[in-house]
């Protein structure tokens, strides 16, 4: 049975991305920090983390470093909204959404999704990572 870490901070995407993709073959972990994340590797391994970029304490960046390095047959995938700015909180100055993935790849990230994403988009990375 594949096992899948979702790590994201925001309950309605941790919520949404648990549910697209568990199935009788796949089970699915979630958890809303970097360091939650790491603590339930480390108490059972997992095949696959898909990873949000902007999270409280450790970003997505660092923990993908450390997955990487402790972890090095785990495929990651990380994806981030670019910390999706209200239009009235446009921050014209503010990281792009491109400038965190690059980033997230550069540490060791398989794939990279800009958010929002479709559910075809999520299904097509994860076979491209694995295939990889």
Do not use: W
């Not at 970029?53 to 990651?76: N, Q």
């Not at 550069?106 to 694995?130: N, W, Y």
Request: net charge negative.
């Amino acid at each position: 049975m594949q096992r899948i870490l979702v790590i994201d901070d925001e309950p309605f995407v941790l919520d949404a991305l648990t549910r697209v993709l568990a199935s009788t073959d796949v089970t699915v972990i979630g958890a809303p920090t970097a360091d939650a994340g790491l603590a339930a590797i480390r108490e059972s391994p997992v095949d696959l983390v898909i990873i949000d970029v902007i999270l409280p304490g450790m970003d997505g960046v660092a923990a993908i470093k450390i997955i990487r390095r402790d972890y090095p047959g785990v495929r990651i995938i990380a994806m981030s909204g670019g910390g999706n700015f209200g239009i009235n909180a446009y921050m014209p100055d503010a990281i792009s959404t491109t400038a965190y993935l690059a980033a997230c790849r550069a540490a060791g990230a398989d794939g990279t999704l800009a958010k929002p994403f479709e559910t075809a988009d999520l299904r097509s990375m994860i076979e491209h990572v694995q295939a990889a």
